[in-house]
Nanobody
Framework: QVQLVESGGGLVQAGGSLRLSCVAS????????MNWFRQAPGKQRELVAS????????NYADSVTGRFTISRDNAKNTVYLQMNSLKPEDTAVYYC??????????WGQGTQVTVST
């Protein structure tokens, strides 16, 4: 079982930065690929960034490449999403997601990110 709690969302002006954190409880964090998804009003949930179990491989959606950085600290059971050069179109609820080596999926409750013009 994995429980995920996100934090770090908020209101920021375009061009600003935010860092999201997701703390996981349970023993499966170090055996889970970790992802950040987002969902804007009226749109489907989309994968923003993904990081491998070791942290050695990260992948990004085209829309955030070069602006967002995903990282993880397995000793702290925490995954981060550093978001720079934020744009109004980045406004969404951001969700932390874990996919374990046993192919189980877990979601956090989400954190709102709002980017103003």
């Amino acid at each position: 079982q994995v429980q995920l709690v996100e934090s770090g969302g908020g209101l920021v002006q375009a061009g600003g930065s935010l860092r999201l954190s997701c703390v996981a409880s349970g023993s499966m964090f170090s055996r889970s690929v970790m992802n950040w998804f987002r969902q804007a009003p009226g749109k489907q949930r989309e994968l923003v960034a993904s990081i491998s179990i070791s942290g050695g491989t990260a992948n990004y959606a085209d829309s955030v490449t070069g602006r967002f950085t995903i990282s993880r600290d397995n000793a702290k059971n925490t995954v981060y999403l550093q978001m720079n050069s934020l744009k109004p179109e980045d406004t969404a609820v951001y969700y932390c997601h874990a996919r374990t080596v046993l192919a189980s999926n877990y979601w956090g409750q989400g954190t709102q990110v709002t980017v103003s013009t």
